[in-house]
Structure formats: structure tokens, C-alpha cells
């Protein structure tokens, strides 16, 4: 027995789930309107220290990063005449979602004193690893499929011509969460603080290509014709000329 490669399938699979985020990042966003660029870097200074020890029982104090700080002038239209700066500044806080008491922390954030903007966002700490799960899953799907195109062709998979994985363009991105409770902490508010994520839709697919293999034996094989026939054949080839002749 042997096997005869002399065509291939072409199947692709799609595979879609969702998975819980394991990443919260608080998101601060400090600014303000001052007469100074010194007076801008006074309050910026003065709103990140309540920040920072908000954090710090969480031990979440030095994780706080600022990725930019701008300060830019304020003008009349006519004369260019500075009246006054404003002053943006970005931190993030960063934190496993197991790891810390997120509505406790949200809270903390929120009565402060501080007078920064605030968000909290879940995402995925690892895409890759989310990802790889489903290639696995993509790919045994496509093999499947494959089969049964095989099997109902009459003939079987043979080793792969192609693969190719198709991933989505860009990141996941995560989950904006808002945040129900009181914003000033009081019970006489919403109540408590209640963070509820969703589940983060993962995707991929992939496009694979199978060699089709037939089994063949030599029994089944076409023979040649025996060279008697050949030379019979082409006497009557010359009777059938002669005759014509004549």
C-alpha cells in the first residue's frame, strides 16, 4: 500500500470567548488654572501627595507613576498677553484585581480630597496567553472540519501545506467600570461602593491547508497494455490503408 498526494483542503476556523479581567488600573488626571507655572507645579505636587496616601495603606503608594506633565499659557486673542497657565498631569496605578480590595481602593481614591479626575479600567494582563488558549482550540476546530471534507471525499489528511493565524488588530483594550456608591464616601449617599467588570472578549482564527492522501496498491494500478495488442492494433491499421488503396 502507499499514499498519492495530489490535492489538498483548505479550512479555516474562528474561535470567540470570553475571559475575566485580571488587571485593574486606576487612572488620576490632575490639572489646573493658575496665575504660575510654579503655582501649577505647587498644586499638581500638593494633589498627588493626597493621592499617594490614599494609596499607601493599600501599599499601592509607589505605583503611582506619571507618565506626563504639561503646563502650557493661557492668552488673550488679540495681544498674546499671558493671563494665566493651565497644567495636565496623567498617573496611573497599576494592580493585580486579586491582589487588592479594588472598591476599597476606589473609594479611598474618591474622598481624598483631591480634586483630580478619576477612573478605574480592567483588562487583561497577559493577551498572549488568553490567546494561545484559543489558537489551540482554532486549530483542532479546523482539523475537524478538515476530517469530515476528507472522509466524505473518500480519501484521508494527509501533513499541512499552510497555516496561518489571523489575530485582531491592535490590543483588547479593557473594561470601563462605573463605579455605584456614594462619591463622597458618606452612608448617607448610594450606599457602598459596588465594582462589577465584565468578561473581555478574546478572539482568533486561524486558515490551515491538508494534503489529501488516496491509498493506492499495486493490484488497483492501471497495467500497460501487453505489446501484442500494440503490434495487432497497428496491423490493422495497414489492412484498413491497403484496402482503401485498392
Not at 490551515?208 to 493490484?219: C, F, I, K
Amino acid at each position: 500500500m502507499a499514499t498519492d498526494k495530489t490535492g489538498y483542503v483548505s479550512v479555516g476556523a474562528r474561535i470567540e470567548d470570553k475571559v475575566m479581567p485580571d488587571r485593574v488600573i486606576f487612572s488620576i488626571g490632575f490639572g489646573g488654572r493658575f496665575d504660575t507655572k510654579e503655582a501649577c507645579l505647587d498644586d499638581y505636587n500638593a494633589d498627588r501627595a493626597k493621592v499617594a496616601a490614599a494609596l499607601a495603606p493599600f501599599g499601592l503608594d509607589d505605583e503611582l507613576t506619571c507618565r506626563r506633565y504639561t503646563c502650557y499659557a493661557q492668552t488673550t486673542r488679540k495681544r498674546a498677553i499671558i493671563v494665566g497657565y493651565d497644567y495636565y498631569a496623567y498617573g496611573t496605578v497599576a494592580a493585580p484585581v486579586d491582589s487588592i480590595d479594588c472598591a476599597a481602593v476606589w473609594t479611598a481614591l474618591n474622598t481624598c480630597g483631591s480634586h483630580a479626575d478619576m477612573n478605574i479600567r480592567f483588562e487583561l494582563a497577559d493577551e498572549r496567553a488568553a490567546e494561545d488558549v484559543l489558537i489551540a482550540r482554532a486549530v483542532e476546530r479546523a482539523r475537524g472540519n478538515a476530517q469530515a471534507l476528507a472522509t466524505a471525499a473518500g480519501t484521508m489528511l494527509g501533513g499541512i501545506k499552510h497555516i496561518s493565524y489571523n489575530s485582531r488588530p491592535g490590543d483588547y483594550g479593557g473594561v470601563y467600570c462605573a463605579a455605584m456608591g456614594a462619591p463622597d464616601g458618606t452612608s448617607g449617599g448610594l450606599g457602598e461602593t459596588v465594582l462589577d467588570p465584565e468578561p473581555i472578549e478574546v478572539e482568533c482564527s486561524v486558515d490551515v491547508e491538508w494534503w489529501l492522501e488516496w491509498w493506492t496498491s499495486r493490484a488497483s494500478a492501471v497495467l500497460p497494455l501487453p505489446k501484442i495488442h500494440l503490434v495487432n492494433l497497428a496491423a490493422v491499421g495497414r489492412i484498413r490503408s491497403t484496402a482503401a488503396q485498392g
